[in-house]
């Protein structure tokens, strides 16, 4: 298991249990002098069903990995010897991808936006018998960058907008990323993207920006709440009609968070797909300008790992491609450092995609 994802679900362990230990303090407890509520009697059935639940002969964690990190029992609570093995992925029967059903879809975004290598959830029932369980999601990820994106994306991009707080800074509060067309948060991105890459065109689905940045100073937060993925670029070697190709599925994407955003590319959507392509000239010299895509021709093509390599219908596209070069840039910190070394920064819309 990573490290940081260890430290992770230990936090989430931790608060989960203190959480619970806390639920009758405080404005709750009854006032002194009033007779305390009957006690719960043991339940007669589910997964606390027996007031010895954590007897230590009656606690343990089956999988061996997992009773390496987590405790057996702690605060009362504990893992029955006899509960079922719940663990999707490496070192198991079951394969990862299932995921996305057992925990009310939230799988496909640990499987297809951080590549989650193994999944598994432990109970803890309480010891004194009553239906009272603490549920822990452990995840095991293919390198700590995509854990921490994780994080990010629940703990941080996850949240719901705060108007009041929006209104009392003087900042406006997020709104959702266009994904119907061009924006200026798309532009920007690729923009930068597709000149690090030494690309003619760049492309990323709309599921890659979770908000916009509000003007002003930008935080941390305000950047991972934007882009809170650990998206490596690659650069494809494909021909126009391939670019084309790619250009006519994003158009039939429009609407959904699937449709891509873009650089070095201008076009306009008609009839569900893409027309009138004109590409960048040459990436090194954006002062020339556009040309019209001559499908014959060979076009460097930059994107995400996500969408290469796993995105629905564009990553049967780009495996096709004649070459790959992975660039070793990673998305947010080619971002970050940009925005860090260039700032004020800004964007406009310009009419790439009409």
């Known amino acids: 298991m990573r490290f940081r994802s260890l430290v992770m679900h230990c936090i989430a362990l931790a608060f989960a249990f203190s959480a619970f230990a806390c639920k009758d303090e405080g404005k709750n407890a009854p006032p002194q002098g009033t007779p305390p509520p009957p006690s719960i009697p ?4 589910g997964a606390g069903a027996s007031s010895s639940a954590c007897d230590p002969s009656a606690v343990g964690i089956v999988d061996t990995r997992t009773a390496a990190v987590l405790p057996a029992s702690v605060a009362g609570f504990c893992v029955r ?4 093995l719940q663990a999707w992925g ?11 059903d057992a925990i009310d879809g939230a799988g496909d975004v640990y499987v297809r936006d951080f590549f989650a290598k193994r999944f598994e959830i432990v109970k803890y029932v309480d010891g004194k018998g009553t239906q009272a369980e603490v549920e822990v999601w452990i995840s095991t ?8 994106g994780l994080y990010a994306y629940r703990a941080v991009a996850n949240r719901d907008p ?3 707080a929006a209104a009392q800074s003087g900042r406006r509060a997020w709104k959702a990323l266009k994904v119907s067309g061009e924006s200026v948060l798309g532009n920007f991105v690729m923009d930068t993207v597709r000149a690090a890459a030494g690309a003619h065109a760049a492309l990323s689905t709309a599921s890659s920006f979770r908000a ?14 934007t882009l809170p993925y650990q998206n490596v670029v690659l650069v494809h070697e494909l021909s126009g009609a391939q670019l084309q190709a790619l250009l006519d599925l994003s158009a039939q994407r429009r609407g959904s968070d699937a449709f891509s ?7 306009a959507i008609r009839d569900g797909r893409a ?9 090194a010299n954006p002062a020339t300008g556009f040309a019209p895509l001559d499908p014959s021709a060979t076009y460097q093509v930059a994107t995400t790992d996500f969408q290469a390599r796993i995105a629905a219908g564009y990553s049967d596209l780009f495996k096709a491609a004649a070459s790959v070069r992975d660039t070793g840039l990673v998305v947010n910190d080619l971002l970050m450092a940009t925005i860090r070394a260039e700032s004020p920064v800004r964007a406009e819309l310009d009419g790439r995609i009409r």
């Open 141 to 148: 990820f293919d390198k700590p960058e995509s854990a921490y």
């Open 212 to 225: 916009a940045i509000p003007p002003g100073a930008v935080t941390v937060e305000d950047y991972l709440t």
């Open 275 to 283: 027309a009138d392509v004109q590409v960048l000239r040459d990436p």
């Open 90 to 100: 490496e070192g198991t029967s079951k394969d990862v991808k299932d995921l996305t």
């Open 261 to 267: 955003q873009v650089s070095g590319v201008r076009f």
């Open 81 to 84: 010897k006899d509960a079922e």
């Open 162 to 164: 705060d108007p009041d």
């Open 42 to 45: 043991p339940s007669t059935s």
